[in-house]
Protein backbone atom coordinates (compact mmCIF):
# COMPACT_ATOMS: atom_id res chain seq x y z
CA UNK A 1 0.00 0.00 0.00
CA UNK A 2 1.52 3.51 -0.83
CA UNK A 3 -0.11 5.03 2.08
CA UNK A 4 1.19 8.95 0.37
CA UNK A 5 -0.45 8.51 -2.48
CA UNK A 6 -3.29 6.86 -0.43
CA UNK A 7 -3.35 9.68 1.90
CA UNK A 8 -3.40 12.39 -1.22
CA UNK A 9 -6.00 11.02 -2.94
CA UNK A 10 -8.25 11.11 -0.04
CA UNK A 11 -7.21 14.41 0.90
CA UNK A 12 -7.80 15.43 -2.81
CA UNK A 13 -11.40 13.66 -2.99
CA UNK A 14 -12.49 16.05 0.13
CA UNK A 15 -11.52 19.11 -0.89
CA UNK A 16 -13.11 18.51 -4.29
CA UNK A 17 -16.56 16.94 -2.96
CA UNK A 18 -17.03 20.13 -0.55
CA UNK A 19 -16.76 22.68 -3.58
CA UNK A 20 -20.55 20.94 -4.75
CA UNK A 21 -20.75 22.19 -8.57
CA UNK A 22 -24.34 21.15 -8.96
CA UNK A 23 -24.36 20.36 -13.21
CA UNK A 24 -25.78 23.36 -15.10
CA UNK A 25 -25.97 26.24 -12.31
CA UNK A 26 -23.60 28.58 -11.78
CA UNK A 27 -22.30 26.46 -8.91
CA UNK A 28 -20.41 24.55 -10.93
CA UNK A 29 -18.01 27.51 -11.43
CA UNK A 30 -17.21 26.84 -7.57
CA UNK A 31 -14.49 24.05 -8.36
CA UNK A 32 -12.66 26.04 -10.32
CA UNK A 33 -10.90 27.41 -6.58
CA UNK A 34 -9.98 23.86 -6.16
CA UNK A 35 -8.52 23.43 -9.30
CA UNK A 36 -6.65 26.57 -9.30
CA UNK A 37 -5.51 26.39 -5.35
CA UNK A 38 -3.95 22.64 -6.92
CA UNK A 39 -2.11 24.03 -9.97
CA UNK A 40 -0.82 26.27 -7.76
CA UNK A 41 0.43 24.24 -5.26
CA UNK A 42 2.29 21.39 -7.35
CA UNK A 43 5.95 22.86 -7.94
CA UNK A 44 5.83 21.44 -12.08
CA UNK A 45 2.54 23.66 -12.79
CA UNK A 46 4.26 26.70 -10.44
CA UNK A 47 7.57 25.72 -12.61
CA UNK A 48 5.57 25.41 -16.03
CA UNK A 49 2.76 27.69 -15.75
CA UNK A 50 2.03 27.47 -19.12
CA UNK A 51 1.47 23.46 -18.77
CA UNK A 52 -2.37 24.56 -17.50
CA UNK A 53 -5.03 26.88 -17.60
CA UNK A 54 -8.88 27.37 -17.60
CA UNK A 55 -10.10 27.20 -21.58
CA UNK A 56 -13.34 28.89 -21.94
CA UNK A 57 -16.39 26.91 -23.39
CA UNK A 58 -17.45 28.73 -26.64
CA UNK A 59 -20.88 30.35 -26.05
CA UNK A 60 -21.21 28.62 -22.58
CA UNK A 61 -24.09 31.01 -20.86
CA UNK A 62 -22.85 29.93 -17.37
CA UNK A 63 -18.71 30.92 -18.80
CA UNK A 64 -17.78 27.64 -17.49
CA UNK A 65 -14.12 26.17 -18.53
CA UNK A 66 -12.22 23.25 -18.82
CA UNK A 67 -10.07 22.68 -16.26
CA UNK A 68 -6.19 21.14 -17.56
CA UNK A 69 -2.91 20.35 -16.60
CA UNK A 70 -0.38 18.93 -19.43
CA UNK A 71 2.59 16.45 -17.62
CA UNK A 72 5.04 17.76 -20.50
CA UNK A 73 7.45 14.56 -21.08
CA UNK A 74 9.91 12.99 -23.72
CA UNK A 75 8.41 12.62 -27.13
CA UNK A 76 4.84 12.98 -28.43
CA UNK A 77 2.80 10.11 -27.73
CA UNK A 78 -0.04 11.56 -25.38
CA UNK A 79 -2.47 9.96 -22.94
CA UNK A 80 -5.72 12.15 -22.36
CA UNK A 81 -7.20 11.72 -18.73
CA UNK A 82 -10.95 12.93 -18.43
CA UNK A 83 -13.28 13.27 -15.61
CA UNK A 84 -16.24 15.60 -14.79
CA UNK A 85 -16.37 17.80 -11.94
CA UNK A 86 -20.16 18.75 -11.69
CA UNK A 87 -22.78 16.73 -9.87
CA UNK A 88 -26.31 16.25 -9.83
CA UNK A 89 -28.42 18.21 -7.31
CA UNK A 90 -28.79 17.19 -3.57
CA UNK A 91 -32.17 17.45 -2.59
CA UNK A 92 -32.86 13.57 -1.80
CA UNK A 93 -30.65 13.59 0.97
CA UNK A 94 -33.56 15.46 3.19
CA UNK A 95 -32.52 16.35 6.11
CA UNK A 96 -29.11 15.40 5.77
CA UNK A 97 -29.05 17.74 2.68
CA UNK A 98 -26.53 20.34 4.80
CA UNK A 99 -24.06 17.48 4.56
CA UNK A 100 -23.87 16.16 1.00
CA UNK A 101 -20.78 18.01 0.16
CA UNK A 102 -19.20 17.14 3.16
CA UNK A 103 -18.09 12.98 3.40
CA UNK A 104 -16.82 12.67 6.98
CA UNK A 105 -19.62 14.83 8.45
CA UNK A 106 -22.60 12.74 6.37
CA UNK A 107 -20.59 9.71 7.90
CA UNK A 108 -21.31 10.55 11.68
CA UNK A 109 -25.07 11.93 10.64
CA UNK A 110 -25.62 8.41 9.36
CA UNK A 111 -24.47 6.92 12.14
CA UNK A 112 -26.25 9.13 14.62
CA UNK A 113 -29.63 8.09 13.03
CA UNK A 114 -29.38 4.47 11.85
CA UNK A 115 -32.84 3.97 12.36
CA UNK A 116 -33.68 5.87 9.15
CA UNK A 117 -31.63 4.04 6.95
CA UNK A 118 -32.41 0.75 5.16
CA UNK A 119 -30.88 -2.17 6.35
CA UNK A 120 -28.36 -3.21 3.91
CA UNK A 121 -27.08 0.67 3.54
CA UNK A 122 -27.36 1.24 7.09
CA UNK A 123 -24.69 -1.99 7.01
CA UNK A 124 -22.45 -0.40 4.78
CA UNK A 125 -22.02 2.96 6.96
CA UNK A 126 -21.51 0.69 9.92
CA UNK A 127 -18.88 -1.29 8.39
CA UNK A 128 -16.61 1.97 7.74
CA UNK A 129 -15.46 1.01 4.63
CA UNK A 130 -16.86 3.83 2.33
CA UNK A 131 -17.11 6.92 1.70
CA UNK A 132 -20.38 8.56 1.68
CA UNK A 133 -21.60 11.56 -0.77
CA UNK A 134 -22.45 13.38 -3.42
CA UNK A 135 -20.09 13.62 -6.12
CA UNK A 136 -17.65 10.76 -4.06
CA UNK A 137 -18.10 8.52 -6.40
CA UNK A 138 -19.41 10.21 -9.54
CA UNK A 139 -17.06 11.28 -9.98
CA UNK A 140 -14.87 13.18 -7.72
CA UNK A 141 -13.00 10.21 -6.55
CA UNK A 142 -11.84 9.06 -9.94
CA UNK A 143 -10.84 12.65 -10.55
CA UNK A 144 -8.63 12.89 -7.53
CA UNK A 145 -6.76 9.56 -8.67
CA UNK A 146 -6.20 10.77 -11.67
CA UNK A 147 -5.17 14.12 -10.25
CA UNK A 148 -3.27 12.21 -7.52
CA UNK A 149 -1.01 10.18 -10.34
CA UNK A 150 -0.73 13.11 -12.21
CA UNK A 151 1.51 14.98 -9.89
CA UNK A 152 3.47 11.49 -9.28
CA UNK A 153 4.48 11.78 -12.98
CA UNK A 154 5.56 15.80 -12.78
CA UNK A 155 7.90 14.69 -9.62
CA UNK A 156 9.40 12.09 -11.47
CA UNK A 157 12.67 12.88 -14.18
CA UNK A 158 13.06 12.02 -17.51
CA UNK A 159 9.09 10.91 -17.97
CA UNK A 160 8.51 9.58 -21.26
CA UNK A 161 5.53 10.37 -22.73
CA UNK A 162 2.91 13.10 -22.05
CA UNK A 163 -0.15 12.79 -19.72
CA UNK A 164 -3.15 15.67 -19.98
CA UNK A 165 -5.84 15.54 -18.22
CA UNK A 166 -9.51 17.22 -18.66
CA UNK A 167 -11.49 18.50 -16.03
CA UNK A 168 -15.09 18.71 -17.82
CA UNK A 169 -18.06 20.54 -16.22
CA UNK A 170 -21.05 19.63 -17.51
CA UNK A 171 -21.44 15.86 -17.93
CA UNK A 172 -24.62 15.32 -16.24
CA UNK A 173 -26.27 17.54 -18.62
CA UNK A 174 -25.53 18.82 -22.05
CA UNK A 175 -21.70 17.32 -22.06
CA UNK A 176 -20.95 20.90 -23.22
CA UNK A 177 -17.75 20.83 -21.17
CA UNK A 178 -15.92 17.60 -23.29
CA UNK A 179 -17.90 19.44 -26.71
CA UNK A 180 -16.12 22.33 -25.73
CA UNK A 181 -12.65 20.68 -24.91
CA UNK A 182 -12.51 19.49 -28.38
CA UNK A 183 -11.08 22.50 -29.86
CA UNK A 184 -8.89 22.92 -26.66
CA UNK A 185 -7.32 19.46 -28.11
CA UNK A 186 -6.69 20.46 -31.02
CA UNK A 187 -4.77 23.58 -30.04
CA UNK A 188 -2.83 21.72 -27.60
CA UNK A 189 -1.84 18.99 -30.13
CA UNK A 190 -0.77 21.79 -32.34
CA UNK A 191 1.19 24.42 -29.34
CA UNK A 192 3.00 21.63 -27.77
CA UNK A 193 2.93 18.79 -30.73
CA UNK A 194 0.97 16.18 -29.00
CA UNK A 195 0.16 12.95 -30.59
CA UNK A 196 -3.16 11.64 -28.57
CA UNK A 197 -3.08 8.14 -28.35
CA UNK A 198 -5.42 6.85 -26.04
CA UNK A 199 -7.83 8.21 -23.07
CA UNK A 200 -8.78 6.89 -19.88
CA UNK A 201 -11.93 7.92 -17.97
CA UNK A 202 -12.63 6.94 -14.53
CA UNK A 203 -16.36 6.74 -13.61
CA UNK A 204 -17.12 4.98 -10.88
CA UNK A 205 -18.54 0.84 -11.68
CA UNK A 206 -20.71 -1.26 -9.98
CA UNK A 207 -19.96 -5.19 -10.14
CA UNK A 208 -23.29 -7.74 -8.71
CA UNK A 209 -20.24 -9.94 -8.89
CA UNK A 210 -17.68 -8.21 -7.34
CA UNK A 211 -15.06 -8.47 -10.00
CA UNK A 212 -14.02 -4.73 -11.08
CA UNK A 213 -15.29 -3.97 -14.45
CA UNK A 214 -13.36 -2.05 -17.19
CA UNK A 215 -16.14 -0.12 -20.15
CA UNK A 216 -14.25 -0.01 -23.37
CA UNK A 217 -16.51 1.86 -24.65
CA UNK A 218 -19.97 4.47 -23.81
CA UNK A 219 -23.67 3.58 -24.67
CA UNK A 220 -25.07 6.54 -27.20
CA UNK A 221 -27.86 8.60 -26.27
CA UNK A 222 -30.63 10.40 -28.34
CA UNK A 223 -33.49 12.45 -26.76
CA UNK A 224 -36.52 12.65 -28.76
CA UNK A 225 -39.43 14.79 -28.28
CA UNK A 226 -43.19 13.80 -30.05
CA UNK A 227 -45.13 16.76 -30.12
CA UNK A 228 -49.28 15.30 -30.97
CA UNK A 229 -51.88 17.78 -32.03
CA UNK A 230 -55.09 16.73 -31.78
CA UNK A 231 -58.92 17.71 -31.95
CA UNK A 232 -60.70 20.13 -30.36
CA UNK A 233 -64.19 18.81 -28.69
CA UNK A 234 -66.14 19.89 -25.77
CA UNK A 235 -65.06 16.84 -22.97
CA UNK A 236 -69.17 16.29 -23.01
CA UNK A 237 -68.80 15.88 -26.62
CA UNK A 238 -65.71 13.55 -26.61
CA UNK A 239 -66.00 11.28 -29.77
CA UNK A 240 -66.39 14.28 -32.10
CA UNK A 241 -62.46 14.99 -31.17
CA UNK A 242 -59.38 13.65 -30.78
CA UNK A 243 -58.05 13.85 -27.19
CA UNK A 244 -53.80 14.19 -27.64
CA UNK A 245 -53.01 13.41 -24.24
CA UNK A 246 -54.47 10.37 -24.77
CA UNK A 247 -52.77 9.60 -27.78
CA UNK A 248 -49.38 10.62 -25.78
CA UNK A 249 -50.03 8.11 -23.15
CA UNK A 250 -50.74 5.59 -25.62
CA UNK A 251 -46.96 5.81 -27.42
CA UNK A 252 -45.64 6.42 -23.97
CA UNK A 253 -46.95 3.20 -22.73
CA UNK A 254 -45.66 1.48 -25.83
CA UNK A 255 -42.70 2.02 -25.84
CA UNK A 256 -41.40 2.36 -22.07
CA UNK A 257 -38.64 0.14 -21.37
CA UNK A 258 -40.27 -2.02 -24.07
CA UNK A 259 -37.81 -3.69 -26.46
CA UNK A 260 -38.29 -2.06 -29.94
CA UNK A 261 -35.20 -0.31 -29.87
CA UNK A 262 -33.29 -2.75 -28.16
CA UNK A 263 -29.59 -4.10 -29.33
CA UNK A 264 -27.24 -7.17 -28.31
CA UNK A 265 -23.75 -6.71 -28.06
CA UNK A 266 -22.63 -9.81 -27.07
CA UNK A 267 -23.95 -10.55 -23.95
CA UNK A 268 -25.11 -7.20 -22.96
CA UNK A 269 -28.57 -5.65 -23.89
CA UNK A 270 -28.96 -1.91 -24.65
CA UNK A 271 -31.27 -0.20 -21.59
CA UNK A 272 -34.64 0.66 -22.80
CA UNK A 273 -36.40 3.73 -23.50
CA UNK A 274 -37.49 6.15 -20.55
CA UNK A 275 -39.86 8.87 -20.41
CA UNK A 276 -38.44 12.07 -19.12
CA UNK A 277 -41.09 14.24 -19.85
CA UNK A 278 -44.59 15.21 -20.83
CA UNK A 279 -47.27 18.18 -20.46
CA UNK A 280 -50.16 19.02 -22.31
CA UNK A 281 -50.44 23.17 -23.60
CA UNK A 282 -53.30 24.04 -21.75
CA UNK A 283 -52.69 27.25 -19.69
CA UNK A 284 -56.09 26.56 -17.42
CA UNK A 285 -58.82 24.90 -16.98
CA UNK A 286 -62.25 24.74 -18.82
CA UNK A 287 -64.50 21.84 -20.14
CA UNK A 288 -62.40 21.59 -23.18
CA UNK A 289 -59.75 18.66 -24.40
CA UNK A 290 -56.06 20.06 -25.14
CA UNK A 291 -55.17 20.67 -28.27
CA UNK A 292 -51.32 19.79 -27.96
CA UNK A 293 -49.38 17.41 -25.93
CA UNK A 294 -45.54 17.25 -25.72
CA UNK A 295 -43.10 14.22 -24.73
CA UNK A 296 -39.50 13.62 -24.44
CA UNK A 297 -38.19 10.10 -24.51
CA UNK A 298 -34.37 9.42 -23.94
CA UNK A 299 -32.86 6.60 -25.75
CA UNK A 300 -29.79 4.76 -25.05
CA UNK A 301 -28.25 2.64 -28.00
CA UNK A 302 -25.12 0.86 -29.01
CA UNK A 303 -24.25 0.28 -32.62
CA UNK A 304 -27.26 1.85 -34.24
CA UNK A 305 -26.72 5.38 -36.35
CA UNK A 306 -29.29 8.24 -35.57
CA UNK A 307 -30.84 7.81 -38.69
CA UNK A 308 -32.00 4.31 -38.53
CA UNK A 309 -33.06 4.89 -35.10
CA UNK A 310 -35.07 8.13 -36.03
CA UNK A 311 -36.72 5.74 -38.96
CA UNK A 312 -37.86 2.64 -36.30
CA UNK A 313 -39.24 5.96 -34.09
CA UNK A 314 -41.21 6.59 -37.29
CA UNK A 315 -42.53 3.31 -38.02
CA UNK A 316 -43.50 2.89 -33.96
CA UNK A 317 -45.39 5.92 -34.09
CA UNK A 318 -47.24 5.18 -37.30
CA UNK A 319 -48.30 2.18 -35.87
CA UNK A 320 -49.57 3.25 -32.68
CA UNK A 321 -51.61 5.87 -33.98
CA UNK A 322 -52.95 3.39 -35.95
CA UNK A 323 -53.65 1.04 -32.89
CA UNK A 324 -55.05 4.39 -30.95
CA UNK A 325 -57.79 5.24 -33.95
CA UNK A 326 -58.71 1.17 -34.25
CA UNK A 327 -59.15 0.99 -30.11
CA UNK A 328 -61.38 4.61 -30.44
CA UNK A 329 -63.64 2.87 -33.07
CA UNK A 330 -63.70 -0.19 -30.56
CA UNK A 331 -64.99 2.17 -28.06
CA UNK A 332 -67.40 3.64 -30.16
CA UNK A 333 -69.07 0.32 -30.95
CA UNK A 334 -68.81 -0.75 -27.47
CA UNK A 335 -70.72 2.36 -26.80
CA UNK A 336 -73.44 1.71 -29.29
CA UNK A 337 -72.14 4.90 -31.59
CA UNK A 338 -71.79 3.74 -35.15
CA UNK A 339 -69.34 6.68 -35.88
CA UNK A 340 -66.71 5.91 -37.96
CA UNK A 341 -63.48 7.42 -36.36
CA UNK A 342 -62.21 9.28 -39.33
CA UNK A 343 -58.90 10.44 -38.66
CA UNK A 344 -55.71 9.30 -40.76
CA UNK A 345 -52.48 8.31 -38.83
CA UNK A 346 -50.48 10.83 -39.58
CA UNK A 347 -46.73 11.22 -38.47
CA UNK A 348 -44.13 13.75 -39.62
CA UNK A 349 -40.69 14.49 -38.80
CA UNK A 350 -39.50 17.47 -37.95
CA UNK A 351 -38.32 18.62 -41.40
CA UNK A 352 -41.50 17.51 -43.35
CA UNK A 353 -43.47 19.36 -40.58
CA UNK A 354 -41.57 22.42 -40.74
CA UNK A 355 -41.84 22.58 -44.79
CA UNK A 356 -45.83 22.53 -44.01
CA UNK A 357 -45.69 25.95 -41.61
CA UNK A 358 -46.63 29.12 -43.18
CA UNK A 359 -48.06 32.35 -41.62
CA UNK A 360 -45.85 32.31 -38.85
CA UNK A 361 -42.15 33.51 -38.46
CA UNK A 362 -40.97 30.29 -36.59
CA UNK A 363 -37.24 30.81 -37.25
CA UNK A 364 -37.40 34.73 -35.81
CA UNK A 365 -38.74 32.78 -32.99
CA UNK A 366 -36.05 29.58 -32.44
CA UNK A 367 -33.76 32.56 -32.57
CA UNK A 368 -35.57 34.27 -29.70
CA UNK A 369 -35.63 31.09 -27.60
CA UNK A 370 -31.85 29.98 -28.18
CA UNK A 371 -30.95 33.40 -27.07
CA UNK A 372 -33.30 32.13 -23.96
CA UNK A 373 -31.61 28.87 -23.72
CA UNK A 374 -27.95 30.64 -24.09
CA UNK A 375 -28.82 32.57 -21.15
CA UNK A 376 -29.64 29.99 -19.17
CA UNK A 377 -33.43 30.97 -18.50
CA UNK A 378 -34.88 27.69 -20.19
CA UNK A 379 -33.48 24.88 -21.27
CA UNK A 380 -33.57 23.02 -24.66
CA UNK A 381 -36.03 21.07 -23.38
CA UNK A 382 -38.97 24.01 -23.17
CA UNK A 383 -37.36 25.96 -26.21
CA UNK A 384 -38.04 22.70 -28.51
CA UNK A 385 -42.08 22.57 -26.23
CA UNK A 386 -42.56 26.19 -27.07
CA UNK A 387 -41.21 26.33 -31.09
CA UNK A 388 -43.56 23.93 -31.63
CA UNK A 389 -46.34 25.39 -30.48
CA UNK A 390 -45.84 28.23 -32.38
CA UNK A 391 -44.95 26.26 -35.43
CA UNK A 392 -48.20 24.11 -35.07
CA UNK A 393 -50.50 27.56 -35.57
CA UNK A 394 -48.89 27.30 -38.75
CA UNK A 395 -49.52 24.47 -40.08
CA UNK A 396 -52.14 24.19 -43.12
CA UNK A 397 -53.85 21.89 -41.66
CA UNK A 398 -55.80 21.43 -38.88
CA UNK A 399 -56.57 17.38 -38.43
CA UNK A 400 -54.55 15.35 -35.59
CA UNK A 401 -50.87 14.62 -36.76
CA UNK A 402 -47.94 13.48 -34.60
CA UNK A 403 -44.52 15.03 -34.81
CA UNK A 404 -41.10 14.18 -33.80
CA UNK A 405 -37.65 15.32 -33.65
CA UNK A 406 -34.80 15.85 -31.36
CA UNK A 407 -33.94 17.74 -28.35
CA UNK A 408 -29.88 18.08 -27.51
CA UNK A 409 -27.98 16.24 -26.54
CA UNK A 410 -26.38 13.72 -28.51
CA UNK A 411 -24.07 11.27 -27.27
CA UNK A 412 -22.46 8.79 -30.01
CA UNK A 413 -22.32 5.16 -28.99
CA UNK A 414 -18.69 4.13 -28.90
CA UNK A 415 -16.55 0.99 -28.64
CA UNK A 416 -13.13 0.23 -28.33
CA UNK A 417 -12.97 -3.73 -28.05
CA UNK A 418 -11.38 -4.33 -31.15
CA UNK A 419 -8.78 -1.85 -31.21
CA UNK A 420 -5.11 -3.46 -31.24
CA UNK A 421 -3.95 -1.52 -28.50
CA UNK A 422 -6.99 -1.78 -26.17
CA UNK A 423 -6.54 -5.53 -26.36
CA UNK A 424 -2.99 -5.22 -25.99
CA UNK A 425 -3.19 -3.53 -22.65
CA UNK A 426 -5.99 -6.19 -21.95
CA UNK A 427 -4.07 -8.32 -21.93
CA UNK A 428 -0.97 -6.40 -19.64
CA UNK A 429 -3.40 -6.01 -17.01
CA UNK A 430 -4.52 -9.69 -16.75
CA UNK A 431 -1.40 -10.24 -16.75
CA UNK A 432 -0.17 -8.32 -13.87
CA UNK A 433 -3.25 -7.45 -12.08
CA UNK A 434 -3.87 -9.45 -8.89
CA UNK A 435 -7.57 -8.99 -8.72
CA UNK A 436 -9.35 -10.15 -11.38
CA UNK A 437 -11.80 -8.24 -13.94
CA UNK A 438 -14.17 -8.33 -16.35
CA UNK A 439 -14.75 -6.07 -19.21
CA UNK A 440 -18.24 -4.71 -20.82
CA UNK A 441 -18.33 -3.67 -24.41
CA UNK A 442 -20.68 -0.40 -23.40
CA UNK A 443 -20.97 1.84 -19.90
CA UNK A 444 -24.56 2.44 -19.39
CA UNK A 445 -24.23 5.17 -17.25
CA UNK A 446 -23.55 7.32 -20.17
CA UNK A 447 -20.31 9.40 -20.20
CA UNK A 448 -17.84 11.85 -21.88
CA UNK A 449 -16.31 8.60 -23.53
CA UNK A 450 -19.09 9.23 -26.12
CA UNK A 451 -16.96 12.06 -27.51
CA UNK A 452 -13.41 10.23 -28.24
CA UNK A 453 -14.13 9.22 -31.51
CA UNK A 454 -17.03 8.69 -34.36
CA UNK A 455 -18.17 7.03 -37.83
CA UNK A 456 -20.17 8.07 -39.97
CA UNK A 457 -19.88 11.57 -38.97
CA UNK A 458 -21.41 13.70 -42.19
CA UNK A 459 -24.36 11.01 -41.64
CA UNK A 460 -25.09 12.64 -38.06
CA UNK A 461 -24.47 16.26 -38.72
CA UNK A 462 -27.74 15.78 -41.73
CA UNK A 463 -29.50 13.27 -39.01
CA UNK A 464 -28.61 16.71 -36.59
CA UNK A 465 -30.09 19.74 -39.03
CA UNK A 466 -32.68 17.41 -39.78
CA UNK A 467 -34.16 16.66 -36.66
CA UNK A 468 -32.66 18.99 -34.04
CA UNK A 469 -34.06 22.43 -34.42
CA UNK A 470 -31.77 23.77 -32.21
CA UNK A 471 -28.57 22.08 -33.74
CA UNK A 472 -25.47 24.29 -34.63
CA UNK A 473 -25.51 27.22 -33.19
CA UNK A 474 -25.71 27.05 -29.18
CA UNK A 475 -25.68 23.35 -29.88
CA UNK A 476 -23.03 21.36 -31.74
CA UNK A 477 -20.59 18.68 -31.92
CA UNK A 478 -16.97 19.16 -33.34
CA UNK A 479 -17.42 15.65 -35.35
CA UNK A 480 -14.17 16.48 -37.73
CA UNK A 481 -12.17 16.60 -34.61
CA UNK A 482 -13.62 12.74 -33.25
CA UNK A 483 -13.33 11.97 -36.54
CA UNK A 484 -10.12 13.03 -37.24
CA UNK A 485 -8.06 11.37 -33.86
CA UNK A 486 -10.03 8.42 -33.12
CA UNK A 487 -9.37 8.16 -30.03
CA UNK A 488 -9.55 4.62 -28.10
CA UNK A 489 -10.61 5.04 -24.98
CA UNK A 490 -11.92 2.94 -21.30
CA UNK A 491 -12.88 3.33 -18.58
CA UNK A 492 -11.10 2.52 -15.65
CA UNK A 493 -12.59 4.32 -11.82
CA UNK A 494 -13.48 3.07 -8.11
CA UNK A 495 -16.29 0.88 -7.12
CA UNK A 496 -19.12 2.75 -6.66
CA UNK A 497 -22.85 2.84 -5.81
CA UNK A 498 -26.23 4.03 -5.28
CA UNK A 499 -25.17 6.94 -7.81
CA UNK A 500 -27.34 10.22 -7.87
CA UNK A 501 -29.08 9.27 -4.74
CA UNK A 502 -28.93 9.81 -1.12
CA UNK A 503 -27.14 6.62 -0.49
CA UNK A 504 -23.97 7.43 -3.12
CA UNK A 505 -20.79 5.91 -1.44
CA UNK A 506 -17.75 4.81 -3.21
CA UNK A 507 -15.48 1.68 -1.68
CA UNK A 508 -12.61 3.25 0.18
CA UNK A 509 -10.17 0.60 -0.43
CA UNK A 510 -10.83 0.98 -4.58
CA UNK A 511 -10.60 4.35 -4.42
CA UNK A 512 -7.34 4.96 -2.64
CA UNK A 513 -5.52 1.64 -3.65
CA UNK A 514 -7.14 -0.55 -6.31
CA UNK A 515 -8.06 1.82 -8.82
CA UNK A 516 -4.87 4.40 -8.89
CA UNK A 517 -2.96 0.98 -9.33
CA UNK A 518 -4.20 -0.33 -12.06
CA UNK A 519 -4.81 3.01 -14.04
CA UNK A 520 -1.28 3.99 -13.36
CA UNK A 521 -0.23 0.51 -14.90
CA UNK A 522 -2.36 1.09 -17.75
CA UNK A 523 -0.83 4.27 -18.38
CA UNK A 524 2.51 3.53 -18.08
CA UNK A 525 2.03 0.91 -20.70
CA UNK A 526 0.14 3.08 -23.19
CA UNK A 527 3.43 4.97 -23.09
CA UNK A 528 5.30 2.56 -23.12
CA UNK A 529 7.06 2.98 -19.77
Known amino acids: MNSRRSQRIMSLTLDYVA ?116 GTADMKGGGAIQLTLLEEYCNENDFHGNVLVLAVPDEESLSS ?89 GEEISPSPVWVYARDNKLLYDASMVTGAFGCMSLLFFQKEPQELSEIMETFLKKTFRDYLESLQQSHRESGDHREVSWVPEVLSFADFSSDVEGVDWQAEKTRLEEMVMNAQINYVEATRRLMETMMRGRRKDTPVIVYGLIPPYYPGVCSAQDDLVISLLEEL ?85 APKLLDHAIRFVLGM
Open 19 to 134: QGGISATPSERKVESFQRAYAEEVPYFIEHPEYWGFYPIKGDPLGRHVFWLLRKGEGDKTVVLIHHSDVVEVSDYGSFEEFAFSPLELEEKYLQQMDTLSPSFAEDVRSGKYLFGR
Open 177 to 265: GMRGALPLLEDLHEKYALDYVFLFNSEPYYSTGGNRVLSLGSVGKLLFFVYVKGKLSHIGMEKDGLNPMGLLGRVMSESEQRPIFFERA
Open 430 to 514: RGVSKERFETEQYFTGISDLSYTRTKGAQEAVEVMNSLMPFYGRGYSIAFDILEKWQLPGINIGPMGFDLHKKEERVLKEDLLIK
